[in-house]
C-alpha cells in the first residue's frame, strides 16, 4: 500500500529568516529548532535561520505583526485571534494581516486552586467568604498571557484577591509559581502547564474550582477563550471540572512570508512531525508538553486564518 504524501519543498534561493520562540529552553524554543533545521535542509545554499529569545506570549505576536520577525511562535493559540481585530490587550494596536502557519496540540488548562484549610470549593463560596489569599500567578503585564487571563477570569468571576486583603505572588513562569505553593508561602494558584509534575506534588492539598459558565461564556465573547474540561482524576482527588482552555502552540507569520516558504514550514510540521515527538515519548502523551502523535490535519486547524501557501499543504492531505 502506498501513502500518499504532499509533494516534498525544495527552495532553491538560499533563505534569510528571524523567528521568535520562547525564554529558549522551553517547548517554544525546541519547536523553532526544528523547523529551522529541516527549512535549512529543503532550502538553498546559505539559508541561515536566526531564533530569537522571547516569552511565547504577545510578545510573539506583536513581533511577527510588526515586522521585527518573519515567524514567531504564541501559547495558547486561542489568544491571537484578539490580534486580527483588536480586542482586549489589542485594542491599540492590532494586525488583521497574522496568518497561521499550524498549530502544534498541546493539551493545557488554566486553572484556579485553592488550599483546603481556607475551605473553599466554589467560586461562589469564595465570593462568600472574602479569604485572604496568597495567589502565585504570573505577572499581568499585558505580554504575559497567564496573568492577562488569570485577572480576566477573577474580575469577571467577581473575586477580589487585594480588595480582601490578599496579596498576587507574581513571576513570569509557572515553575516559580509551583515553588510559592510548595514552599507554604501561598495557599492559592492561578497557572497553566497542567501536566508538570509539581501539579502532583501539592494537588491533592488543594481544591479546584470550577469556572462557573457565565464567566467562561463571557471570556469567549469578549476575547475568543474557548473552555475546557479537566478529566476525572488528573489531579489528586479531584473530579472532572470546567475552566478556561490554554491549549496549542501556534506558528505565526503575515502575509508577506512567501508563499513557497509557507507551504514548506506547513509541510515540516505535519511530515517531519516524528522528529519532534521522539523528544517527548519518554512521557505519556497525557503528560507530556506536547500532546502526541501528532495529525497534520488537527496541525492545519487554527483560530486564524491560514497563509495560502500553508493552506495547499493542509488541503492537499488525504482526507479520511
Known amino acids: 500500500m502506498i501513502t500518499y504524501r504532499p509533494e516534498e519543498p525544495k527552495i532553491q534561493r538560499s533563505l534569510t529568516l528571524h523567528m521568535q520562540g520562547d525564554w529558549g529552553a522551553a517547548n517554544l524554543h525546541r519547536v523553532c529548532g526544528w523547523i529551522s533545521q529541516e527549512l535549512t535542509d529543503r532550502s538553498g545554499h546559505g539559508t541561515r535561520v536566526a531564533i530569537w529569545n522571547g516569552r511565547g506570549f504577545a510578545d510573539g505576536v506583536r513581533a511577527v505583526g510588526r515586522g521585527e520577525v518573519d515567524i514567531a511562535m504564541t501559547t495558547p493559540a ?67 498571557h497567564v496573568g492577562l487571563a488569570a485577572r480576566a477570569l477573577l474580575r469577571e468571576a467577581g473575586v477580589d484577591i487585594p480588595g480582601w486583603g490578599g496579596e498576587f505572588l507574581e513571576d513570569e513562569r509557572p515553575q516559580d509559581a509551583f515553588a510559592h505553593v510548595l514552599s507554604g508561602e501561598a495557599n492559592a494558584i492561578v497557572q497553566e502547564a497542567v501536566m508538570l509534575p509539581q501539579w502532583q506534588q501539592f494537588g491533592a492539598d488543594f481544591n479546584f474550582l470550577e469556572v462557573e459558565p457565565d464567566v467562561l461564556s463571557a471570556l469567549e465573547t469578549n476575547f475568543g477563550w474557548p473552555a475546557a474540561t479537566v478529566g476525572d482524576g488528573y489531579f489528586p482527588g479531584q473530579s472532572s471540572f470546567r475552566t478556561l482552555d ?33 523528544q517527548y515519548r519518554h512521557l505519556p502523551p497525557e503528560g507530556s508538553p506536547i500532546t502526541y502523535p501528532l495529525d497534520p490535519s488537527a496541525i492545519g486547524r487554527a483560530p486564524i486564518p491560514l497563509h495560502p501557501g500553508a493552506a495547499r499543504y493542509y488541503h492537499a492531505l488525504p482526507t479520511s
Open 78 to 144: 486561542a489568544f491571537a485571534s484578539a490580534a486580527l481585530d483588536g480586542r482586549g490587550i489589542y485594542r491599540d494596536e492590532y494586525f488583521p494581516q497574522l496568518r497561521a502557519l499550524g498549530v502544534v496540540p498541546q493539551r493545557d488548562r488554566l486553572v484556579v486552586a485553592i488550599h483546603r484549610s481556607v475551605g473553599v470549593t466554589t467560586f461562589a463560596e469564595l465570593r462568600e467568604q472574602s479569604p485572604r489569599l496568597k495567589a502565585a500567578t504570573a505577572l499581568d503585564d499585558n505580554v504575559n
Open 246 to 278: 490554554f491549549s496549542d502552540f501556534l506558528m505565526l507569520t503575515t502575509t508577506d512570508l512567501a508563499d513557497d516558504v509557507a507551504y514548506a514550514v506547513a509541510w515540516i510540521l505535519g511530515e517531519t512531525r516524528h522528529i519532534i515527538e521522539e
